[in-house]
């Protein structure tokens, strides 16, 4: 089946301690976008690519990276992870065809720091 | 600014009926989303409206109305795998979806 895999699906790391989540997905989707959730808050999207276009939204902080190598895979990076970063991080693609482009989530990381 | 708003929470019965409102305001329009979410899960795809009016999937149905910067999603027939958080998200000019912060929905036996 086509699908958006996240790994790990749930992460535990250190304060400062940097961390790298992975996503994949078969869709064959040319955008992918990178989004931090809190607990009974909206999605927050921090990065998209369209195809190799990297787009950071303004108010990501730097502490935040993110790599696309190849159309299947995205990397997102926590240089120096504080106890405010911990939340679900939500890959997810879509087609890319404008007005009706639905997006395709995976499973989720959740990330704990401590 | 570009804002989403809908209910932090609703109650409602298993076998009944409800509808969870929501109001944007984008800088331009493509269209409305819906999606579910149980707790600790990733965001499912429900539905998306586009041009006026509703569109019914089964037990769910999703109303847009352009005009007045309003959609509702109606569930019938509740479930106890109803329960779940329901976020609206509109698609503004650049293509950027805009997301509510989600209903929580709780079903009652």
């Known amino acids: 089946d086509a699908m958006v895999i996240q790994n790990p699906r749930y992460q535990v790391t250190q304060f400062g301690k940097p961390v790298t989540l992975s996503c994949s997905q078969t869709l064959n989707h040319n955008v992918m976008y990178w989004y931090q959730q809190k607990s009974s ?5 921090l990065f998209h690519y369209y195809d190799k276009d990297f ?5 990501t902080p730097d502490n935040f990276q993110s790599r696309r190598p190849n159309t299947s895979f995205c990397f997102l990076d926590i240089r120096s992870p504080g ?4 939340a679900m991080y939500l890959c997810a693609t879509s087609f890319g065809g404008g ?7 995976g499973p989720g990381t959740r990330l704990t720091v401590l | 600014g570009q804002n989403i708003d809908q209910p932090t929470e609703m109650t409602a019965t298993e076998g009944a009926i409800v509808q969870i409102n929501c109001t944007y305001q984008t800088s331009g329009f493509n269209g409305l989303f819906w999606y ?5 899960e990733a965001p499912t795809f429900l539905s998306y409206n586009v041009l006026d ?9 999703s109303f847009l109305s352009r005009s007045k910067g309003y959609s509702y999603l109606l569930l019938k027939e509740l479930q106890m ?11 503004d000019s650049n293509y950027q979806l805009i997301w509510g912060a989600g209903t929580k929905l709780i079903i009652k036996p």
């Open chain 1, 41 to 45: 808050q909206a999605p927050k999207l």
């Open chain 1, 83 to 86: 106890l405010g970063d911990a």
């Open chain 1, 55 to 59: 787009n950071n939204e303004a108010d």
């Open chain 2, 53 to 61: 009016g509703l569109e019914e999937k089964g037990r769910f149905s």
């Open chain 2, 81 to 91: 795998k109803d329960s779940a958080s329901y976020l609206c998200a509109a698609l």
């Open chain 1, 99 to 105: 007005s009706t482009d639905t997006q395709y989530f």
């Open chain 2, 36 to 40: 579910q979410q149980h707790a600790g």
